[in-house]
């Protein structure tokens, strides 16, 4: 009885049975998944697809175009003179204006919005609430009108310079400087700031600042030491929201702005529907502006992420 | 002690002349918060008045909502009290911001920087205080050896357990020398087993560092197990502070007694000096200091009520009730029994938690029982 068994005998016609049926099944679910999946993406996609990839892809074209002695737009002769004239004095000036102006605007909504922001997450939740609003209010009016007001807020006779003549500056002015136009992006962009600050400041656990003050670190250094860094990802989400609309901005200068303080945005919107009309050097323009930006943006995110 | 270097040198002074230090003292010390609008004001901790001797393991009991919480973030200097006044080693702290009180805190979700390594986590409070940097690094690498954290110096708290950041916290307070150690339920969030081994651990802990820990905790088991002495708070107020044995033999209260541990409360009415009256009639022996015909509480661990057969030889020396089993309650190491009382309307309901040792007698439901206890295990409580 104990010693060895004999193995069972096999019916030869079950010994080799039908292979498992999991994978196969498996891999139809997940194929049923990724279809069901697609669907559901199917109106983003469409929509995408014709309003963005292919006007991309028009611009990308017309930037290789030529352009008629008459302002025409010659599709043919493909050539790289566009980006050639990316380099010209005009353009380089325009450029180093545009950025400076969109990295101040980054900055002053950094250093207005960030105060604000820890105070609004740190209020009980129903004045948070109203203050949510309140900040949100201003996008439920247009904002061509919104700048349009501050045109009169910054006129020659507007409070403000007004303000500046009563204080000794007797030949202040502030519209149409670039001055202006960083008020007005600063005003525009702010909310765009002061959200992602909100949302991390919010999500932070406040026992880490207190952690940092039982280990004897005096306010400021809790700041610099836990708070900011624990803050970052908002930082970056609001500087990129800010300094992207702000580098490429056309209604705010156009309004605010004056001869002097021509940004990339009018620069371009001059070429297809000004005097200038040159849509393939506005096309380029535009790709060029597109790449840039795109990889300064994938560097300052992976810089960020780095260290969370 | 001194060998492992965490021992404060205020301690050593303090020692010398001879009457046990306080560590920390509070006296009638109130907080109170802004209630929600137009709401009265929150009471959460209402006049307590604490002496917490040096180098005892002392630990502030109470469901969630009762004030000890709140009273520990007082001593840390999260919150400043409303009235009253902290004292640490005699010095006056109330106001002090945290930064500036020789104290640290192990926190219930540990609060580690979770973008600083562990060797950064730990050296956070050196580095504030300016300590010298080999000084510090060498104090560090010691406290990491303390808690057995070896090897991990350079993991961000993310990809350490549980556990293991349970002692990143203990280490990062440790590190600094603190004159008196704050916990705030920092054993809560992990698992049982592991809750019970870091029990252990602490109070080996706490013996060999020689620190004044101040314990906060909701779980009766591990205020008994842990410590030197436990000060059981409810709605804002302390209610009772002694010793584990103390606190469980001889609860003052009605909430001492029904927080910690098990307990029959039995009413009874006060007789003669060292007798009174149950309401279903039995004359039993009970020290008190009512008045004749003055209601009393009396409170008797289900432990300390043996269960017999009614035809056991009757023992002069324990008061006793007849009655019938109604409930068994198998608890694996012990039995649990609920007996009815024949005699009074509402009959008398005892609880008695009888060891489930070899050769003890056991009884099902509806069986005729005599349940009897020592007149010296019945406490009178004074609400």
């Known amino acids: 009885m104990s010693t060895t068994v004999p193995p069972p005998e096999v019916d030869p016609d079950l010994a080799d049975p039908a292979p498992p049926p999991g994978p196969g099944l498996e891999r139809a679910a997940e194929k049923a998944e990724s279809r069901r999946g697609f669907l559901v993406g199917l109106p983003s996609y469409a929509y995408l697809i014709l309003f963005f990839a292919l006007p991309l892809l028009i611009v990308v074209i017309y930037s290789f ?7 025409r737009t010659v599709l043919g002769g493909w050539n790289l003179d566009s980006y050639g004239r990316l380099l010209d004095d005009l353009v380089l000036d325009i450029a180093w204006r545009s950025l400076w102006i969109a990295v101040l605007t980054t900055v002053v909504c950094l250093v ?7 105070y609004l997450a740190t209020r009980p939740a129903r004045i948070r609430g109203v203050l949510l609003v309140l900040v949100m209010i201003p996008f439920w009016s247009n904002l061509l009108v919104r700048t349009y007001a501050w045109r009169f807020l910054l006129s020659s006779d507007g409070p403000f310079t007004s303000f500046l003549v009563a204080i000794g500056f007797e030949d202040a002015q502030l519209l149409f400087t670039p001055t202006a136009v960083m008020i007005g992006l600063v005003y525009g962009y702010l909310p765009f700031m002061i959200l992602p600050l909100y949302a991390t400041i919010e999500r932070l656990d406040h026992s880490l600042v207190e952690a940092a003050r039982d280990l004897y670190a005096t306010g400021w250094q809790a700041f610099w030491k836990v708070t900011w860094p624990l803050t970052r990802p908002g930082v970056i989400a609001g500087s990129i929201l800010v300094f992207i609309p702000s580098f490429g901005a056309y209604v705010t200068p156009e309004i605010l702005g004056g001869r002097g303080s021509t940004m990339l945005g009018s620069y371009i919107a001059r070429q297809f529907i000004g005097t200038a009309s040159d849509w393939p050097f506005g096309s380029a323009l535009s790709v060029t502006i597109l790449l840039v930006m795109m990889v300064a943006a994938t560097a300052y995110f992976r810089s960020g992420g780095k260290n969370l | 002690m001194t060998d492992t270097g965490l021992t404060t040198g205020q301690r050593a002074d303090a020692s010398s002349d001879g009457t046990a230090t306080s560590a920390v003292t509070l006296q009638g010390v109130t907080k109170r918060f802004p209630g929600a609008k137009g709401a009265d004001p929150v009471v959460a901790v209402d006049g307590v008045d604490l002496e917490i001797r040096d180098g005892e393991f002392f630990s502030l009991l109470g469901p969630s909502g009762c004030g000890k919480t709140t009273t520990l973030r007082m001593i840390a200097g999260f919150e400043y009290p409303t009235a009253g006044s902290v004292q640490i080693f005699g ?6 911001p945290p930064n500036r009180r020789p104290v640290n805190t192990v926190f219930q979700s540990y609060a580690l920087f979770p973008h600083m390594t562990v060797e950064e986590n730990v050296g956070f409070g050196l580095q504030m205080k300016k300590v010298d940097r080999d000084e510090a690094a060498r104090r560090v690498a010691d406290v990491i050896d303390l808690v057995q954290l070896q090897g991990r110096e350079s993991r961000k708290p993310k990809q350490l357990s549980g556990g293991q950041q349970q002692r990143v916290a203990l280490a990062r ?11 705030d339920e920092p054993l809560g969030a992990l698992d049982l087993k592991l ?3 870091m029990q252990v651990e602490l109070k080996q802990l706490q013996e060999r ?10 779980d009766q088991e591990e205020a008994l197990t842990m410590s030197d002495r436990i000060a059981v708070m409810d709605g804002g107020k302390l209610l009772q502070v002694g010793g584990p044995g103390a606190i469980y033999d001889r609860p003052r209260t009605r909430f001492v007694a029904d927080f910690i541990g098990d307990t029959n409360l039995l009413r009874a009415t006060a007789e003669d000096p060292g007798s009174a009256r149950l309401p279903d009639g039995t004359a039993i022996r009970l020290e008190h200091h009512a008045a004749p015909g003055s209601d009393l509480m009396v409170a008797i661990r289900p432990e300390h009520v043996g269960l017999r057969a009614t035809d056991a030889d009757r023992d002069l020396t324990l008061d006793a009730i007849d009655g019938e089993v109604a409930l068994v309650t198998f608890l694996g190491n012990a039995t649990l029994y609920e007996v009815v ?4 309307d509402p009959p008398t309901r005892v609880r008695i938690r009888q060891g489930n040792a070899p050769g003890v007698q056991h009884f099902g439901v509806g069986d005729r029982v005599r349940v009897r206890w020592a007149p010296s295990s019945a406490t009178v409580l004074e609400d």
């Not at chain 1, 175009?65 to 302002?71: C, L, N, Y």
């Not at chain 2, 010095?91 to 002090?96: A, C, N, R, Y």
């Open chain 1, 65 to 71: 175009a030529t352009r008629s002695i008459r302002g």
């Open chain 1, 112 to 118: 207005v919005s960030y105060p604000f922001a820890y």
């Open chain 2, 91 to 96: 010095e006056e702290v109330g106001l002090e």
């Open chain 2, 173 to 183: 307070a440790l590190v600094n020398h603190p004159k008196v150690l704050l916990l």
């Open chain 2, 195 to 197: 809750r019970q081994a």
């Open chain 2, 209 to 218: 560092v020689g620190i004044t820990f101040v314990y906060v905790t909701h």
């Open chain 2, 341 to 344: 009382g024949d005699r009074g």
